[in-house]
């Protein structure tokens, strides 16, 4: 289905009830955050928030992609397993062998299908360029500080236009833009992406880069910016598939890159790669901590555009789930089609769980049929595009739903030998990986829970007096044994972070029926071992997984120790530690205050005040 417009899509939001507004007047600056964290944390995403009066003219959308239902509806479906079946059907006809041709014939309306959604170049000025603003100025647009420790003002939701100096083609990327003044933002281009590539090649021109920022329209360009599309592949034309209908271009004002029409806002410019990188950051990132400041690109304005009438969409990202869980969603059901065609055919279904945060960590199911299969999946995935980023991968049999994680904890605990069935590696990581010792540089591990062997663990003779543990060990503060009694084979301790891992894991190991325990994860005392939420989402990003693990055995077990506490203590990590990103006291206050302002709903808490024990100094940065 094709939008004609943001206010289009808007609309059918509010018809199927997935829209509040909200008329009470609101802050940019940290207050519309702390609104939509508590909405956004919902069961099911909660609804999406149009805020209509702010200190600025454009009413501002937040949380619209942030359940399955709107995700579903931004594109058009009923469900999000008909865009990938669509796809699948697709590469099957064009690539399957045409013996005639008779057969070749009844290829051409799929071809012409392909044609429908190339974008198309239309002249004149876009509906996008009804105001134009030749002296342009970022302060007339709401754009939000998201969290207390941000170093400034971002745009959260752009579709960022460049063009590769060398061939022409087009990349349409997602990338964070933090203001610095009236005409100059940061271009956070990071190491991997196609964006930071165009840059090093004008860089090696000695060109300045033209570059166009597009905000809003049909909710299509907004996914297809964020879509993991191979290199030098049109994203407006994965924007055309998605609508069933061309992305109509026009051509910016200032620069000669093309736009789609019907957008609400471009912001057009360049960047100057002769020109010194600017200090640029923190950011409450999506992983749920701050990326720390660094040295990025700087954007120069040369002219804004704007509808008549236009809404300003934004996002904000933090301690999951937010509004990117579900576009991560759509990713992970849309993408597994393509990965089973051209790469995995043995792979079945893929999940990334919202506590995962996108790449720390993958569950894949495979029709296993020989001996060693999971290895050759993870060798595969790990050489792919974006999931190189990927820190932990589980691969279950074709039997297993990995979309229940009890079941798949049980599962694990059945059919994983820590000692023989982990497999660590080394590779490129994601950027935002604050636990990595180097930089963008990082371990992996998968586990492979397939069934190799009859012998299941026997959780009925595991028999442990948590007391005991904690007072023979009085770096312990707190132990979860509850999961033992529905056969999952985890314990999570909660230590203060300062104490050696590897010496607790030996005592503990010795412990009797300890050792029959598969996997034990250890996390800050501050933190709450009875959530086990909480508990992924800390794994997942605060461990370096052949850092900060231990294995140890015995004749007739193995156990695995995980050290998931934060790194700021251990004098051998030599990069600063981040802190969670939470709300601060003041704004948390102001919007209990006025909270019967803003709805009639009944008042739901601070997300913040669960993890606000987790930050250790009101900054970015971790101090001890």
């Not at 939001?13 to 008329?23: A, F, K, V």
């Not at 105001?131 to 971002?154: E, H, M, R, Y």
């Not at 302002?597 to 601070?606: K, Q, T």
Request: charged letters at 25%; aromatic letters at 10%.
């Amino acid at each position: 289905m094709a939008y004609k417009s943001l206010a289009h899509f808007i609309q059918v939001l509010e018809d199927n009830n997935e829209l509040i507004r909200i008329t009470e007047k609101v802050s940019t600056d940290l207050e519309i955050t702390e609104i939509t964290d508590r909405i956004s944390k919902l069961p099911d995403g909660g609804k999406a928030l149009l805020f209509e009066k702010t200190d600025y003219n454009f009413p501002v959308l937040i949380n619209a992609f942030g359940s399955e239902k709107r995700i579903c509806l931004s594109l058009g479906v009923d469900n999000l397993s008909q865009i990938g079946a669509e796809i699948e059907e697709l590469l099957k006809t064009i690539t399957s062998p045409k013996n005639s041709i008779f057969e070749k014939l009844k290829l051409l309306p799929e071809l012409g299908k392909i044609a429908s959604w190339m974008p198309k170049s239309k002249s004149g000025r876009g509906t996008c360029q009804q105001v134009i603003n030749k002296t342009p100025d970022l302060d007339i647009l709401p754009i939000l500080k998201c969290w207390p420790a941000d170093g400034g003002k971002f745009i959260t939701l752009p579709s960022v236009v460049t063009h590769d100096p060398k061939t022409g083609i087009r990349n349409v990327g997602m990338y964070r833009l933090q203001i610095f003044d009236k005409q100059t933002t940061g271009m956070h281009w990071h190491l991997h992406k196609t964006g930071a590539r165009h840059y090093n090649e004008y860089k090696e021109k000695g060109q300045k880069m033209p570059v166009a920022v597009c905000i809003g329209g049909d909710p299509a360009y907004t996914y297809s910016a964020t879509a993991p599309l191979p290199d030098n592949i049109d994203e407006y034309m994965l924007a055309g598939f998605l609508r069933k209908k061309k992305v109509e271009l026009v051509k910016c004002i200032t620069n000669e890159l093309e736009v789609p029409n019907d957008v609400d806002f471009v912001i057009e410019g360049y960047v100057d790669t002769n020109e010194e990188l600017a200090w640029e950051g923190p950011f409450g990132d999506h992983t749920g901590f701050y990326s720390l400041a660094d040295w990025y690109p700087k954007f120069h304005v040369t002219c804004i555009t704007h509808k008549k009438n236009a809404i300003y969409p934004t996002t904000i990202v933090g301690i999951p789930p937010q509004e990117d869980a579900y576009i991560g969603l759509a990713t992970e059901k849309i993408f597994l089609a393509p990965i089973q065609l051209t790469m995995l055919p043995e792979m079945i279904d893929m999940a990334l769980p919202f506590a995962g945060v996108a790449h720390n960590l993958t569950i894949v199911k495979i029709n296993k049929t020989f001996r060693g299969q999971a290895q050759k999946v993870m060798s595969s995935l790990w050489g792919a595009g974006q999931m190189m980023f990927n820190k932990t991968l589980i691969v279950a049999d074709k039997d297993v739903n990995i979309n229940n994680y009890t079941e798949l904890a049980q599962t694990i605990s059945q059919n994983v030998n820590p000692a023989t069935d982990i497999f660590f590696s080394s590779g490129p990581s994601d950027v935002l990986d604050h636990a990595v010792q180097e930089f963008a540089y990082g371990s992996k591990m998968c586990i492979d829970l397939t069934n190799k062997k009859d012998t299941k663990l026997n959780f009925t003779k595991i028999d442990i007096d948590k007391q005991t543990v904690i007072n023979e060990n009085t770096e312990i503060a707190e132990i979860n044994l509850s999961l033992l009694k529905e056969n999952i084979s985890i314990a999570i301790i909660s230590i203060n972070p300062s104490f050696n891992i590897e010496n607790l894991a030996n005592k503990l190991h010795k412990i009797k029926n300890f050792d029959k325990i598969k996997f034990i994860f250890f996390i800050d005392d501050v933190a709450n071992v009875n959530d086990i939420f909480s508990t992924t989402w800390l794994v997942g990003n605060n461990i370096d997984p052949i850092r900060d693990t231990v294995i140890k055995t015995n004749n007739e077990s193995s156990s695995i120790f995980i050290d998931a506490t934060s790194k700021y203590a251990k004098s051998s990590f030599n990069r600063d530690w981040p802190n969670p990103v939470t709300m601060n006291t003041e704004t948390i206050e102001l919007v209990d205050q006025k909270w019967s302002d803003y709805f009639n709903l009944n008042f739901i808490e601070s997300p913040s005040i669960k993890y606000s024990k987790l930050s250790k100094a009101n900054d970015a940065i971790a101090n001890v």
